[in-house]
């Protein structure tokens, strides 16, 4: 560390005098430590411009609140599959278990993980590899991805909420997450003590997941009886059916399972039109694995307009949510707070940038439901988000977005490989460009 110029007296005294001698930071200091820096950055032209009026909506009823849990993937992929639900049922009302999905990703995530690190084990990975040491660290974490999601949903269905409702644990997972952390970290270590019995390990820490689980989430249902009153007032009764049948029955129509995640990876290295993976991450053994078509921002764009305007129904998708979000009012434009201003800084990193020098990654995931297209039939101005925080803020729990704030934070969205040109649909054929488990395109959403 010799060769780090210490800060000194003398040149934290000129930083001073520096600050001193300009009045303005004056000004910025008082507003700032009595308004707090997003009161005093808040673009007000900007915030006006962002009207709440769009040409086509796709009306998906309240929205819905994941509470204290980084379950936003579940949540807004299930808030896509319940427009479809209700759509089938001719109903108004209705929401999927989102702790039914939760209870088997987190059991499925117990198995991938010790399988993951037997397998490491096995071939002799040093403990403190960065590789081993990522993965120890970012187990058991609520975040996901699109195709995680559709492998719960494939093997086990889905139910409505009020048959699996949500738990103490399911609304706030940090002391459940923290208790199944411990129990894969201490089988990590006893199958590096003792690698004779990994097999045994594995096994016991399986069954221990699933008995803690079960103790959190509660015991969810191998079938159900379902019926329901539709729009006009008809009662309905099916009768007994498993979580399966009723994904299959009511949302199995729209083909979400076989959707494409597109991503808009910017850095120059990764081409347009090839697909790229990440290597260890996944959630279910043996499920599809978790890769994406690198596209143009403008496709991503022209897609989800397509299937807005088009066939009326939300698309899911994963954008790095708090830069330039004003969360109360529910609103997000890359110019809605001018900190540079008030720190008199220029922040002029693009894209790019921001990803390969860790500013910038997708951390959470929402829904588009609509979309205000000019009178040119393909230029876009903003777009309706459906949101899983509940109704307390923004548009009762709806958000807008500046069309500028899609093309610099939006990250990735789900859509049916149909709308693919054909040299896309020839790129999934092909194998992936594997990236490392810590590479930013890996990032899931929480």
Same mark, same amino acid.
């Given at each position: 560390m010799?060769?780090?110029?210490?800060?000194?007296?003398?040149?934290l005294?000129?930083?001073?005098?520096?600050? $001193?001698?300009?009045?303005?930071?004056?000004?910025a200091? =008082?507003?700032?430590?009595?308004?707090?820096?997003?009161?005093?950055?808040?673009?007000? $032209?900007?915030?006006?411009?962002?009207?709440?009026r769009?040409?086509?909506?796709?009306?998906?009823?309240?929205? /819905?609140?994941?509470?204290?849990?980084? @379950?936003?993937?579940?949540?807004?992929?299930? =808030?896509?599959?319940?427009?479809?639900?209700?759509?089938?049922?001719?109903?108004?009302?209705?929401?999927?278990?989102?702790?039914?999905?939760m209870?088997?990703?987190?059991?499925?995530?117990?198995?991938?993980f010790?399988?993951?690190?037997?397998?490491?084990? &096995?071939?002799?990975?040093?403990?403190?590899? &960065?590789?081993?040491?990522?993965?120890?660290?970012?187990?058991?974490?609520?975040?996901?991805?699109?195709?995680?999601?559709m492998?719960?949903?494939?093997?086990?269905?889905?139910?409505?909420?009020?048959l699996?409702?949500?738990?103490?644990?399911?609304?706030?997972?940090?002391?459940? =997450?923290?208790?199944?952390r411990?129990?894969?970290?201490t089988a990590?270590?006893?199958?590096?003590?003792?690698p004779?019995?990994?097999?045994?390990?594995?096994a016991?820490?399986?069954e221990a997941?699933?008995?803690?689980?079960?103790?959190?989430?509660?015991?969810?249902?191998?079938?159900?009886?379902?019926?329901?009153?539709?729009?006009?007032?008809?009662?309905?009764?099916?009768?007994?059916?498993?979580?399966?049948?009723?994904?299959?029955?009511?949302?199995?129509?729209?083909?979400?399972?076989?959707y494409?995640?597109?991503?808009?990876?910017?850095?120059?290295?990764?081409?347009?039109? /090839?697909?790229?993976?990440i290597?260890?991450?996944?959630?279910?053994?043996?499920?599809?694995?978790?890769?994406?078509?690198?596209v143009?921002?403008?496709f991503?764009?022209d897609?989800?307009r @397509?299937?807005l305007?088009?066939?009326?129904?939300?698309?899911?998708?994963?954008?790095?949510?708090?830069?330039?979000?004003?969360?109360?009012?529910?609103?997000w434009?890359?110019?809605?707070?001018?900190?540079?201003?008030?720190?008199?800084?220029?922040?002029?990193?693009?894209?790019?940038?921001?990803?390969?020098?860790? $500013?910038?990654?997708?951390?959470?995931?929402?829904?588009?439901?609509?979309?205000d297209v000019?009178?040119?039939?393909?230029?876009?101005?903003?777009?309706?988000v459906?949101?899983?925080?509940g109704? =307390?803020?923004?548009?009762?729990?709806?958000?807008?977005?500046?069309?500028?704030w899609?093309?610099?934070?939006v990250?990735?969205?789900?859509?049916?490989?149909?709308?693919?040109?054909?040299?896309?649909?020839?790129?999934?054929?092909?194998?992936?460009?594997?990236l490392?488990?810590w $590479?930013?395109?890996?990032?899931?959403?929480?």
């Amino acid at each position: 560390m010799t060769d780090i110029t210490a800060l000194s007296a003398d040149r934290l005294e000129a930083l001073r005098q520096d600050f $001193d001698a300009n009045q303005s930071n004056h000004m910025a200091m =008082n507003a700032v430590t009595a308004a707090g820096i997003d009161k005093v950055a808040h673009n007000y $032209d900007r915030a006006r411009q962002l009207q709440r009026r769009f040409s086509t909506v796709v009306d998906n009823g309240e929205a /819905t609140h994941q509470d204290r849990s980084g @379950r936003c993937w579940l949540f807004s992929s299930l =808030n896509v599959a319940r427009f479809v639900a209700k759509r089938a049922m001719n109903i108004k009302d209705f929401e999927f278990s989102q702790n039914y999905a939760m209870y088997y990703d987190k059991l499925e995530r117990v198995n991938y993980f010790m399988q993951d690190m037997a397998a490491l084990v &096995r071939a002799g990975e040093p403990v403190d590899s &960065r590789l081993f040491q990522h993965l120890l660290h970012d187990v058991m974490g609520d975040g996901g991805q699109w195709t995680m999601a559709m492998n719960i949903y494939r093997k086990y269905g889905a139910v409505p909420k009020d048959l699996y409702p949500e738990t103490e644990s399911s609304k706030n997972t940090g002391e459940m =997450n923290t208790q199944l952390r411990r129990l894969l970290h201490t089988a990590v270590a006893h199958m590096e003590a003792e690698p004779e019995r990994i097999d045994r390990i594995v096994a016991d820490t399986v069954e221990a997941g699933h008995r803690m689980l079960t103790i959190h989430l509660g015991e969810p249902p191998k079938s159900f009886h379902w019926e329901w009153t539709d729009a006009e007032g008809e009662f309905h009764r099916v009768g007994e059916i498993t979580p399966v049948e009723f994904w299959n029955r009511y949302v199995g129509d729209a083909d979400l399972e076989s959707y494409v995640c597109l991503v808009d990876d910017p850095r120059r290295e990764h081409a347009k039109g /090839t697909k790229i993976g990440i290597e260890h991450l996944g959630n279910v053994a043996g499920g599809t694995p978790t890769e994406y078509l690198n596209v143009p921002i403008e496709f991503m764009k022209d897609c989800v307009r @397509r299937i807005l305007v088009q066939q009326g129904i939300p698309v899911w998708f994963g954008a790095d949510c708090h830069p330039m979000m004003d969360r109360a009012s529910g609103e997000w434009a890359t110019d809605l707070f001018e900190y540079g201003k008030v720190y008199g800084v220029d922040f002029d990193m693009d894209k790019e940038q921001r990803v390969r020098f860790a $500013d910038s990654a997708m951390n959470h995931a929402m829904a588009f439901v609509g979309v205000d297209v000019e009178d040119d039939g393909h230029t876009t101005d903003r777009w309706r988000v459906e949101n899983s925080w509940g109704t =307390n803020i923004a548009d009762k729990g709806y958000f807008t977005m500046g069309d500028d704030w899609f093309d610099q934070y939006v990250f990735e969205v789900a859509v049916p490989k149909a709308m693919l040109p054909e040299e896309y649909r020839e790129a999934l054929d092909e194998p992936a460009t594997m990236l490392p488990a810590w $590479d930013p395109m890996g990032a899931l959403a929480d």
